[in-house]
């Protein structure tokens, strides 16, 4: 199980950013695709998740309202589109694959999101 996070970047407090996971088919039929963050000297945290059966989607409290997950099956890629983004939002965002929503059994490479005015 390969996946790769891409997306991040450098904006001020307000913006918006959208995060690309990039897998194979396989795994995005196989697997519930969750984004993850760590700030610094921080643990791992949820942020979102769609499921593999139903694709319903999973949101932690302080970013629902703000974040929307989805899945695009041409590209096989899932989205995680973050907007009014705040500076606490900073974090190395990662991607993971797991049999449930919240229990990755695989891991991405990360995608660092700064806010900062």
């Known amino acids: 199980v390969q996946l790769q996070a891409s997306g991040g970047g450098l904006v001020q407090p307000g913006g918006s950013l959208r995060l690309s996971c990039a897998a194979s088919r396989d795994t995005l039929d196989d697997y519930a695709i969750g984004w993850f963050r760590q700030a610094p000297g921080q643990g791992r945290e949820g942020v979102s998740c769609i499921s593999r059966r139903d694709t319903s989607t999973y949101y932690k409290e302080f970013v629902r309202g703000r974040a929307a997950i989805a899945r695009d099956n041409a590209k096989n890629t899932i989205y995680l589109q973050l907007d009014f983004l705040k500076p606490e939002d900073t974090a190395v965002y990662y991607c993971?694959?797991?049999?449930?929503?919240?229990?990755?059994?695989?891991w991405g490479t990360g995608t660092q999101v700064t806010v900062s005015s």
């Open positions: 993971g694959a797991g049999r449930d929503c919240w229990l990755m059994d695989y």
